[in-house]
């Protein structure tokens, strides 16, 4: 497996996080953990678009074959995006994938050829879709804060902060996203994690009451304790590898 990313900076960097390509040179049976993002993701066949799906929210650990020959092309998308670039909830689409009709954003006329320039493309894109938005201002800032925190903020803290009642968050969260605040900000920072995890850290780095309730939290959102996905980051737990 070959993975690189690119990395969004500027305005965009509010509704994404990167674009990343993953040639795989075998097959491959893992698990995707969850990370506090939802993927818009190509597959290509001979430079050509095969499909393409939209995931959501990841609350839990996924079982996933992918066939030797395969290559994904995907933008990572912070939640946001599914509100002003996307224009719908993925409520409907939590913990699984859905197909994606390409024709929306003329996907198939993408270079798939060039990872960087169809990624230049696609942020172009992206930004002249928002650039007719009007953006609710206190909703980048509440995502600024929650991403930039890793989940280690409390629900009053953001509350108070972006000047919008923690009922009022909850209710945008079920409606548009199909969980808490809560769930989301322990979701982000489990993957906060996932780094010391693979560099053989086992012990709480974050803001963990303490040893058990940092395991309970882990193996909750992906099925296995830290010391499980130590070792077998090389093999079921590919995700380890890739995590920045």
């Not at 959501?56 to 998308?77: M, P, S, V």
Request: net charge positive; hydrophobic share 35%; with cysteine.
């Amino acid at each position: 497996m070959q993975y690189r990313e690119i990395k969004i900076d500027g305005f965009l960097s509010n509704f994404a996080k990167c674009f990343w390509e993953c040639d795989f040179h075998s097959d491959l049976k893992y698990a995707i953990l969850p990370d506090g993002y939802f993927d818009l993701i190509l597959e290509i066949e001979n430079n050509q678009l095969k499909n393409t799906s939209l995931t959501g929210i990841w609350t839990k650990q996924k079982e996933i074959i992918t066939l030797k020959g395969t290559k994904l092309i995907a933008c990572r998308f912070k939640l946001p995006a599914s509100e002003y670039l996307f224009k719908h909830e993925i409520k409907s689409c939590k913990d699984t994938m859905i197909a994606f009709n390409e024709t929306i954003w003329n996907l198939n006329a993408l270079p798939f050829e060039n990872f960087e320039t169809l990624s230049f493309r696609l942020k172009n894109l992206f930004l002249d879709i928002l650039s007719t938005e009007r953006i609710d201002n206190r909703k980048i800032k509440l995502f600024q804060l929650i991403y930039t925190s890793k989940g280690n903020i409390e629900v009053k803290n953001l509350s108070d902060m972006v000047m919008w009642s923690s009922r009022q968050i909850n209710r945008y969260f079920d409606k548009q996203f199909g969980l808490s605040l809560k769930t989301f900000l322990n979701i982000l920072r489990c993957r906060a994690s996932y780094n010391d995890i693979a560099h053989g850290e086992l012990s709480p780095t974050q803001n963990y009451y303490d040893q058990a309730h940092f395991i309970k939290d882990i193996k909750r959102h992906t099925g296995a304790t830290p010391q499980e996905l130590f070792s077998k980051k090389n093999d079921r737990f590919l995700q380890l590898r890739t995590i920045s």
